[in-house]
T-cell receptor, first 113, second 115 residues
Framework: NAGVTQTPKFQVLKTGQSMTLQCAQD?????MYWYRQDPGMGLRLIYY???????DKGEVPNGYNVSRLNKREFSLRLESAAPSQTSVYFC????????????FGDGTRLSIL | AQKITQTQPGMFVQEKEAVTLDCTYD???????LFWYKQPSSGEMIFLIY??????QNATEGRYSLNFQKARKSANLVISASQLGDSAMYFC????????????FGKGTMLLVSP
């Protein structure tokens, strides 16, 4: 049972470098999400994709781009990393009815120096 | 305005006792869902329990139950017979039913279970 798989699990970048975080789900879910988690802030939504071919901004989209490559994959790109983007990033997916729970990947710990 | 409020940054409980984690929410949408997630120190987010706004009964899942008080807009998580493995961060979240709505999380409550 893979569920939601995120790669990499850890990454250290220098300011200004670019990076793509990968996410894939094998549950045939339509909706996928990217969150960031910072101490004391809970989870904040960066971008989401309600279905293949669509993406929308969440609460904190600045500095990020996303691609819904196909139904399974939803990637998050940092074009020019900044120290403020040091965080733990979670990908999630959801299928079925409106009130189905989101299923999360294990997270990516990203540090930007 | 915050949609989800968790007022307890940290809670302590002894093993085998019950504990209640508070969550209040704010919405004008008559249709919504409330979720609780657990995040242990290993970092993953684990779905625990769900309550729909139209559900007549409080949700239960094993040792977890949701004390849903609609008029007070509260959805407290009750963990019965706490275990050491329950030590974790707990997040309350809500999704509103109008249009395509996303999940809004509270800031979490850290629960520590002592022997």
């Amino acid at each position: 049972n893979a569920g939601v798989t995120q790669t990499p699990k850890f990454q250290v970048l220098k300011t200004g470098q670019s990076m793509t975080l990968q996410c894939a789900q094998d549950m045939n879910h339509n909706s996928m999400y990217w969150y960031r988690q910072d101490p004391g802030m809970g989870l904040r939504l960066i971008y989401y994709s309600a279905s293949e071919g669509t993406t929308d901004k969440g609460e904190v989209p600045n500095g990020y781009n996303v691609s819904r490559l196909n139904k399974r994959e939803f990637s998050l790109r940092l074009e020019s990393a900044a120290p403020s983007q040091t965080s733990v990033y979670f990908c999630a997916s959801r299928g079925g009815g409106l009130f189905q729970p989101q299923h999360f990947g294990d997270g990516t710990r990203l540090s930007i120096l | 305005a915050q949609k989800i409020t968790q007022t307890q940054p940290g809670m302590f409980v002894q093993e085998k006792e019950a504990v209640t984690l508070d969550c209040t929410y704010d919405t004008s949408d008559p249709s919504y869902g409330l979720f609780w997630y657990k995040q242990p120190s290993s970092g993953e987010m684990i779905f625990l329990i769900y309550q729909g706004s139209y559900d007549q009964q409080n949700a239960t899942e094993g040792r977890y139950s949701l004390n849903f008080q609609k008029a007070r807009k509260s959805a407290n998580l009750v963990i019965s017979a706490s275990q050491l493995g329950d030590s974790a961060m707990y997040f309350c979240a809500m999704r509103e039913g109008t249009g395509y709505s996303t999940l809004t999380f509270g800031k979490g409550t850290m629960l520590l279970v002592s022997p």
